[in-house]
T-cell receptor, first 107, second 114 residues
């Protein structure tokens, strides 16, 4: 599976936008870019996914670079409940997790 | 969407014994996976549970240690065999569709081996 690179951690202020970057320079044409998050003591939950075009849903937006070698998950207004580990995953069959980025949200 | 439940939610076991974890999905799903998560670590994929055939194991995981069954599109089991303290972990089940679809996760089974 192609690999993704994320910063270890990021801090944000409540009610401000958050941009979580992900690099995936070895992405193949059939890899979908998935984002999941894991709140403390819970199983992971789906956030968003895309292939080539930017995507929006009620939770977040996903901005995909034109060459698809990087993407950014955008939380438009961070809340305390958004504090979690966010995983950027390239999926062509399995869902293989990397280390993720730990997002902290300050009140 | 799909809701996934796991039984048991937690257990404490003696070394040398085996534990079977059940995963139930409230709707039919194409793909089912089993993961392990050590404290403070990310999820490690154990295997893909294939309906009606042998599971596909990832490197470092073998069928004798982690036998998996998937008799239908809504149910799977993972057995942790001949347990040792190193098997203490959280075991998670997930189910969902293909690569362009969502995977849903169960709450996990917290296993402690003494």
């Amino acid at each position: 599976d192609a690999k993704t690179t994320q910063p270890n951690s990021m801090e944000s202020n409540e009610e401000e936008p958050v941009h979580l970057p992900c690099n995936h320079s070895t992405i193949s044409g059939t890899d979908y870019i998935h984002w999941y998050r894991q709140l403390p003591s819970q199983g992971p939950e789906y956030v968003i996914h895309g292939l080539t075009s930017n995507v929006n849903n009620r939770m977040a937006s996903l901005a995909i670079a034109e060459d698809r070698k990087s993407s950014t998950l955008i939380l438009h207004r961070a809340t305390l409940r958004d504090a979690a580990v966010y995983y950027c995953i390239l999926r062509n069959s399995k869902l293989t997790f990397g280390k993720g980025i730990t997002l902290s949200v300050r009140p | 969407s799909a809701v996934i439940s796991q039984k048991p939610s937690r257990d404490i076991c003696q070394r040398g014994t085996s534990l079977t974890i059940q995963c139930q999905v409230d709707s039919q799903v194409t793909m089912m996976f089993w993961y392990r998560q050590q404290p403070g670590q990310s999820l490690t994929l154990i295997a893909t549970a294939n309906q009606g055939s042998e599971a596909t194991y990832e490197s470092g995981f073998v069928i004798d240690k982690f036998p998996i069954s998937r008799p239908n599109l809504t149910f799977s089991t993972l057995t942790v065999s001949n347990m040792s303290p190193e098997d203490s972990s959280i075991y998670l089940c997930s189910g969902g569709g293909g690569v362009e679809e969502t995977q849903y996760f169960g709450p996990g089974t917290r296993l402690l081996v003494l």
